[in-house]
């Protein structure tokens, strides 16, 4: 899906943002692009500029450096069209405690330039997207927290927006709540462009098919979820009568190898092979006695912790 | 300015969901009706004075009353929508923040005009049904000049609860901010300005000076406007009269009285524009 529309130009376009403040914090120089059908997740430690960045995108900061195009619109010179292409749950979801769900809804499509004749209508269909429908005539105040998180994200999709922007969309909400939104966000995706931040490894995990880790307002590592077939191949072997670590290296298509414990290596296919066919010949040739072969996916967590924790030792 | 007119409904709407229009409506009446009718009854008389007495006494009120719902219906407008977190949301919105502060303050501006003409509409009618249907024209052009004055009036109050709710940072102190600004500009100032014309006996340079500080406070400006108008000489009587009487004629104070409902909502437009959330 990424490959398609990452022929079409990107929805986000964010060249050169920077916003400073004192001792360094902020944001430095972030490049980033997001198309649509991704579901690009901001990840990063406590001040690591996250909020910072949304909150540029959606113009309540003003950057001091760079620039932020929204489907094809400078958000510096033309805020308003820009706003139009772009929908915004911020944490927690901002509501109307006193309005129903129509009634804030209603008023946010108004103000989103839908008219009186076609706002019942969008928001019937938000209200279907996020499952209101059933609850559309009861006052905010009434509602559950997953409702009220809903209600958020139906106002950000009201006005069929190009580019869904969410801060920490299940915080707090209880497991069940959340897989629901996580479920809603990748229906979402088919249609739109999402720019996420949390702070849940998991929830990244999950949905995301794009990943930025920033750090002290840097984007230090990008990664691609959706395509884990684009990076070297890595194998987790266990061998019952396992040869030296050397000899595991001489099998064509093996970079490197790592011991791990007795009998456990992890091997690095060189970039493009796929080894598998040539270790389990060799398993049988040399009587190694394989157990176990499978492709080993660093967790997300482990990316996260390993780039975040080598720059703090660096 | 469709934008600002979808503001302006919905903080309508707002108004009447809360029933801050249905209150206000009830207060005003209630006051406006029990002063039209009973408005004599220290003198052991009932019912329709005259036009004059009735509108300087419920000026009188409304100079206490409407400067204090002014700042409660607005000293929470941008605090309020921070605290809630929707003022984030608003400015995500295609919508740009003078126009958000401006359909905010119309919004308000229209429940204190509904409420202060159905209140006193009513009043004008009890006096219409007292005068037995004489004077019927002159009625309704005073109390059409009355709630033009008053609603105006409640403007700059508004305007000045819109500067408190611009900069603070918490309801709580906004709402503080708000009650001080009322205790300064309805109790203070024109004690002060007493103490002073008293301690220094009246000397002929504040004599001219004074009648122009009055129009610092729009308490005094709207007082002075319908003393005025309204007074036939009671307008003497009271201190701001006494003063201003010959400087300056009503309809001069009716324009300042609009100034002073510009100008502190400009300011507070002018604020929030530059100010980071």
């Avoid at chain 2, 605290?83 to 003078?98: D, K, M, V, W």
């Avoid at chain 2, 709207?222 to 003063?243: D, E, K, P, W, Y």
């Amino acid at each position: 899906m990424s490959n398609r529309n990452s022929r079409e130009p990107p929805l986000i376009r964010v060249r050169g943002l920077s916003r400073i403040y004192p001792e360094q914090r902020g944001v430095h120089s972030l490049h980033f692009t997001l198309h649509r059908g991704e579901v690009l997740v901001l990840l990063g430690p406590n001040g690591a500029g996250k909020t910072t960045t949304l909150s540029m995108l959606c113009t309540m900061l003003a950057p001091h450096g760079g620039s932020i195009q929204i489907a094809g619109f400078d958000l510096a010179r033309s805020p308003r069209q820009a706003k139009r292409a772009l929908g915004y749950l911020p944490d927690p979801p901002p509501l109307y405690p006193e309005m129903t769900i129509k009634q804030y809804l209603g008023f946010c499509a108004r103000l989103h330039g839908i008219s009186r004749r076609e706002t019942p209508a969008a928001v019937a269909t938000a209200c279907r997207l996020t499952g209101l429908t059933a609850v559309e005539n009861r006052l905010i105040e009434h509602l559950s927290r997953g409702y009220r998180q809903r209600a958020g994200i139906a106002q950000a999709l009201v006005h069929q927006p190009e580019v869904v922007i969410l801060d920490e969309p299940t915080a707090g909400l209880d497991p069940l709540e959340a897989h629901r939104i996580r479920a809603l966000i990748g229906e979402l995706r088919r249609d739109h462009g999402i720019l996420l931040s949390t702070h849940l490894l998991a929830e990244a995990a999950a949905i995301a098919t794009r990943v930025l880790i920033l750090d002290h307002g840097h984007i230090v590592h990008e990664t691609r979820l959706d395509h884990p077939g684009a990076a070297p191949l890595r194998l987790r072997l266990n061998l019952g009568a396992p040869p030296d670590e050397s000899r595991l290296g001489t099998i064509p298509g093996v970079a490197a190898v790592e011991t791990l414990d007795a009998g456990n290596f992890l091997l690095l296919a060189e970039p493009g092979h796929d080894p598998r066919e040539a270790i389990v010949r060799a398993a049988l040739d040399y009587h190694w006695k394989i157990l176990a072969l499978a492709p080993h996916h660093p967790s997300l967590e482990n990316l996260f912790l390993r780039v975040i924790a080598g720059r703090e030792t660096a | 300015m469709r934008s600002v007119a979808i503001v302006v409904y919905s903080q309508l709407m707002n108004g009447f969901r809360n029933r801050w229009i249905l209150g206000l409506t009830i207060l005003f009446a209630l006051f406006a009706v029990g002063i039209a009718y009973a408005g004599g009854a220290t003198s052991g008389h009932i019912g329709y004075t005259s036009l004059a007495t009735t509108i300087t006494s419920q000026a009188s009120l409304v100079a206490f009353l409407i400067p204090l719902i002014a700042l409660l219906l607005g000293y929470d407008a941008v605090v309020g929508e921070r605290e809630q977190g929707t003022l984030l949301l608003l400015l995500s919105y295609p919508l740009s923040r003078g126009q958000m502060l401006i359909g905010k303050f119309l919004g308000h501006l229209l429940i204190l005009f509904i409420a202060i003409l159905v209140g006193f509409g009513l009043a004008a009618g009890l006096s219409s049904w007292q005068a037995g249907g004489s004077d019927l024209g002159r009625i309704f052009v005073a109390y059409g000049i009355f709630i033009l004055s008053a609603s105006l009036f409640g403007a700059a109050f508004l305007g000045l609860a819109y500067i408190v709710s611009v900069r603070a940072v918490e309801r709580t102190r906004a709402a503080g901010m708000a009650l001080l600004i009322w205790f300064f500009f309805v109790v203070v100032f024109d004690l002060a300005l007493l103490a002073v014309l008293v301690g220094t006996g009246g000397n002929p340079a504040e004599r001219v000076i004074i009648p122009y500080v009055l129009l610092l406070n729009p308490v005094d400006v709207f007082r002075l406007v319908n003393l005025l108008r309204f007074g036939h000489g009671a307008g003497a009587m009271t201190l701001s009269g006494a003063v201003m009487h010959g400087a300056l004629g009503w309809l001069s104070l009716l324009g300042i009285l609009f100034l002073w409902g510009i100008i502190p909502v400009s300011l507070a437009i002018w604020r929030f524009r530059r100010s980071e959330i």
